[in-house]
């Protein structure tokens, strides 16, 4: 915008030359655009592990980012944020009451990450969930709500918007950002005009992989600036490949507004630019920056590493620490880095059985990953060019693995694919930005699908009377400002958990069993080990009565949890509820060429699970122990 009114001026000095004076005084006032910086730290540490420090870390960190000076926004909360609470045994209104208030009090902005149709979670959200919502988030103290789609379908926007600027926030409408023949300056514009117009405050870039092209967005915010001059811009870039440092200068000389940042030790690599590279860039360039506090900022960087080394780092992978310029290729997040590498080791052991066994060299997990990427670019244009963002870059990599799968079997590609990704491809979800493959189509029509001509919304009916009645069945309070009746509608799995208190001990399990494998590998044996015989499973170990459900394998095959291990996926573990009838994982079946799913008989725990990923079971092998389930005892 700056350039643009500067060279307005020039262009009238050329015309009145007697008004140099004045035009001077005007262009050395406006000689530095302002910048300023908001920490996405939740992002921040989801884009480097599984979890996020709990209440009393955030607490401690939260007046040195305060002290830094330089933020003017945080990021707090959302994207899954309030799921991961669950998964310890937090409560995550409580949570994100405390976490934000030091924030409030200081003047800095608060904003959350939300999916517009899909709230808070990783699968559709009924429209007076979502409303729900933004009144719990303000009344919580977050300022902003950041909305995206996944598909930048701005039907999905128009209720994130609405809802926002409703209960009080600031709207900030979010483009996800990709790189394909479809995702034009026009496109995105397209977008940003529906979002103007349904009121949204501002417009943010998400380059949630790091692979928008710089002087792409430099246009893209241009084009924005220009047609709308009062929308704010916040530039969100991740480093993955290399061009976020690049990316932020062109959207900075465009006019952006405020930039995205991350701090040691978990900048770079899958995350974003740390505050001091990209602060002297911008100082350089010109730019009115603020200052860093620099003691504050070592103080930051040390309890980072404190939450690290206590308990946070058992759960970072260390390939989410690098920069990976194989990533322009595919355009996959980084933040998915880990759970691909954790697929892969799932899956590569029986991968490798049957190349092994059909006489085939077998693949590294380098080799694999390579496979994996080409797979995806080979299959993303095929189903409509969905930006890989959550949860579409699952569907789509879940594709192109289950291929990859089948294609070194010798088998035909599309054997299986799952149910969220088929609502995607019928537009259940939204409109795809670009059109489907002819085989997709025929593959759709085989199976008897109908696509979906209507608004996303107006498939999922409102749900909040039915969690209101098993909050007042089970005798549980609403909560304040209904942030409790919120929770157990928007994450019910979890809350369930976490109010029956197998989250948290599950938890604990989960944590005392990764620092024990962390210290056996960091024991180097002084001799070889002995082999130990190898343990047959048998059934007299496990119970089998009328409180106990033995599930056994139907068919001879290779067991497949899922395909990735996120929150709202399937891989079940020990101390998981499941209900009647759902899926406790797949075999598949070289004999019968396709997979056939195992379902709990019961509503219970499971108890034991006696299989890993990718191992082969024989028929009527037992693959779990679920417990029928006992009443959930609410909370004293």
Sequence with gaps: ?????????????????????????????????????????????????????????????????????????????????????????ENPNQVVREWVKPFNEAGIQTHMLERALNGIRMFPVPSDVR???????????????????????Y?????????????????????????????????????????VEYGT???????????????FLGKLVSEIKKNHPHIKVQYHGHSGPGLSMA??????????DYIDVAMEPLSWGMVHPDVISVREMLYDAGFDVPEINMSAYMEARRLNQEFIDEWLGLFIDSKNRYMSSLLLGCGL?????????????????????????????????????????????????????????????????????????????????????????????????????????????????????????????????DELDKYRKQMQDNGWDVG????????????ERQYLDYKSGIAKKRFEEEVEKARQQQNQSQVVAAAPQPTKPKEEKTLNNLPNDELHKQLTAPIKGQVVFGFHEIIEDKFVKIGDTVKKGE????????????????????????THITVKQGSTVKKGEVIAVVKVNQPVVAEK
């Design 333 to 461: 997040p980084g933040g998915m880095m880990g759970s691909m590498m954790a697929d892969l080791r799932g899956v590569l052991d029986g991968i490798n059985n049957t190349l092994k066994n059909a006489g085939k060299p077998i693949l590294t997990q380098d080799q694999m990953l390579v496979k994996l990427f080409d797979e995806v670019a080979y299959v993303w244009p095929k189903l409509g060019y969905p930006p890989l963002v959550t949860p579409f870059s699952q569907y789509v990599k879940n594709v192109a693995l289950i291929n990859v799968m089948f294609l070194l079997q010798g088998k035909e590609r599309y054997q299986m694919i799952d149910k969220n990704t088929w609502d995607m491809i019928l537009g259940k979800a939204g409109n795809l930005p670009g059109p489907l493959a002819p085989e997709i189509i025929e593959l759709a029509k085989k199976q008897n699908f109908e696509f979906y001509q209507g608004t996303p919304q107006d498939a999922y009916p």
């Design 201 to 215: 405050d501002e417009i943010c870039l998400k380059d949630m992989a790091g692979v928008g092209r710089p002087v």
């Design 583 to 606: 899926r406790i994982c797949y075999i598949y079946s070289d004999l019968f060429q396709g997979f056939e799913e195992v379902v709990s008989p019961v509503d219970g725990v499971i």
């Design 1 to 89: 915008m700056f350039q643009n009114i500067k060279n307005h001026i020039e262009l009238l000095y050329f015309r009145d030359v007697k008004k140099t004076h004045y035009f001077k005084i005007i262009l050395r006032f406006m000689a530095k655009q302002k910048i300023q910086f908001s920490l996405v730290y939740r992002d921040m540490w989801q884009s480097s592990g599984k979890y996020v420090p709990r209440i009393d870390q955030l607490k401690k960190i939260a007046p040195v980012i305060i002290d830094m000076g330089c933020f003017s926004r945080i990021e707090t909360n959302g994207g899954a944020f309030e799921q991961v609470n669950l998964l310890y045994g």
């Design 131 to 153: 409303k729900l919502m933004y009144k719990v988030k303000k009344a919580q103290g977050v300022d902003i709500a950041r909305s995206f789609c996944g598909l930048n379908d």
């Design 155 to 195: 039907r999905n926007l128009e209720l994130s918007v609405k809802y926002a600027k409703g209960a009080g926030m600031i709207s900030q409408a979010a483009l996800s950002i990709t790189h394909s023949p479809v995702h034009t300056i026009e496109h995105y514009m397209s977008v940003v005009n529906k979002a």
């Design 480 to 491: 304040q400002d209904e942030e409790e009746l919120f929770e157990l509608a928007m994450h």
């Design 247 to 256: 990316s932020t200068l062109e959207v900075a000389k465009a006019g952006a």
